[in-house]
């Protein structure tokens, strides 16, 4: 079944499971826009999918903005056209011990995971609600279960489960899924400053990591955008308020 051509909203999408994410949803034959604060990555994602003959648009804004994200949702309707597809990826690390963590590592953490999701969602629903099609895919991670020194991270990940749940019962009468994935270990750039945090080089953490996955490696940013495209496909149309562990084991 050929999917037809939308529009993709990726946040978070200038580097690691973003940018890969975008890149396969303009293989997917979609329109892209790679939205993050780092604009200039967020540019050579953009140019890079354009260079393979796909559209893409590259807005830096923060997320945590609601006028800033409400300018950037309506320069991506009138340059690539009224989105319905909208991947909530953008998230930060503030990780430390609960007694060592102050209010402002975990306020941080909450504004751009859950803050940044809500405001995205709100401005995008209208264009799904219109088209009467959409899909949201939100980043929740196995963190979600407990992860020691991150009690931020980890109430951020496990509060956008119960936010792609109750989008799912909302939205669903207007033919909009809501999905979450919830990654195991990926290799990126933030797997890179957690290894740096606790003092292991990158390569000995990865394999570290790699001996507790079943099958036996650690993820890459592929991984999570093959599980995305799915959940953003046509075929995914009664799969809604889930969420899919892709941690190359049995997490939850």
């Given at each position: 079944m050929t999917s037809p051509t939308r529009v993709a909203v990726v946040t978070g999408g200038a580097r690691g499971i973003g940018a890969a994410t975008a890149r396969r949803l303009s293989a997917d034959g979609h329109a892209v826009a790679v939205l993050d604060l780092l604009e200039e990555q967020a540019a050579e994602t953009a140019a890079g999918i354009v260079s393979d003959g796909g559209r893409a648009l590259a807005v830096g804004v923060d997320v945590a903005d609601a006028a800033a994200v409400e300018a950037a949702v309506a320069r991506v309707r009138d340059?690539?056209?009224?989105?319905?597809?909208?991947?909530?990826?953008?998230?930060i690390l503030r990780d430390n011990l609960l007694f060592k963590m102050s209010e402002n590592d975990w306020d941080s953490v909450m504004s751009v995971h859950l803050r940044g999701a809500f405001l995205m969602t709100r401005?995008?629903?209208?264009?799904?609600?219109?088209?009467?099609?959409?899909?949201?895919?939100?980043?929740?991670?196995t963190s979600a279960l407990?992860?020691?020194?991150?009690?931020?991270y980890a109430a951020a990940k496990a509060g956008m489960q119960g936010f792609t749940k109750t989008l799912a019962i909302?939205?669903?009468?207007f033919g909009i899924t809501a999905n979450a994935v919830a990654p195991g270990v990926i290799q990126t750039d933030m797997i890179r400053e957690t290894a740096e945090r606790v003092g292991v080089p990158f390569e000995d953490f990865l394999a570290g990591m790699a001996k507790e996955v079943p099958v036996g490696r650690v993820g890459q940013p592929e991984d999570i955008a093959a599980a995305i495209s799915f959940f953003c496909s046509e075929e995914a149309g009664f799969v809604s308020g889930q969420v899919l562990y892709v941690a190359g084991g049995p997490r939850a």
């Amino acid at each position: 079944m050929t999917s037809p051509t939308r529009v993709a909203v990726v946040t978070g999408g200038a580097r690691g499971i973003g940018a890969a994410t975008a890149r396969r949803l303009s293989a997917d034959g979609h329109a892209v826009a790679v939205l993050d604060l780092l604009e200039e990555q967020a540019a050579e994602t953009a140019a890079g999918i354009v260079s393979d003959g796909g559209r893409a648009l590259a807005v830096g804004v923060d997320v945590a903005d609601a006028a800033a994200v409400e300018a950037a949702v309506a320069r991506v309707r009138d340059e690539l056209g009224a989105p319905t597809i909208l991947v909530n990826n953008a998230g930060i690390l503030r990780d430390n011990l609960l007694f060592k963590m102050s209010e402002n590592d975990w306020d941080s953490v909450m504004s751009v995971h859950l803050r940044g999701a809500f405001l995205m969602t709100r401005a995008l629903q209208a264009h799904m609600v219109e088209a009467k099609w959409g899909r949201v895919v939100n980043l929740s991670s196995t963190s979600a279960l407990g992860n020691r020194g991150q009690a931020n991270y980890a109430a951020a990940k496990a509060g956008m489960q119960g936010f792609t749940k109750t989008l799912a019962i909302e939205l669903g009468k207007f033919g909009i899924t809501a999905n979450a994935v919830a990654p195991g270990v990926i290799q990126t750039d933030m797997i890179r400053e957690t290894a740096e945090r606790v003092g292991v080089p990158f390569e000995d953490f990865l394999a570290g990591m790699a001996k507790e996955v079943p099958v036996g490696r650690v993820g890459q940013p592929e991984d999570i955008a093959a599980a995305i495209s799915f959940f953003c496909s046509e075929e995914a149309g009664f799969v809604s308020g889930q969420v899919l562990y892709v941690a190359g084991g049995p997490r939850a």
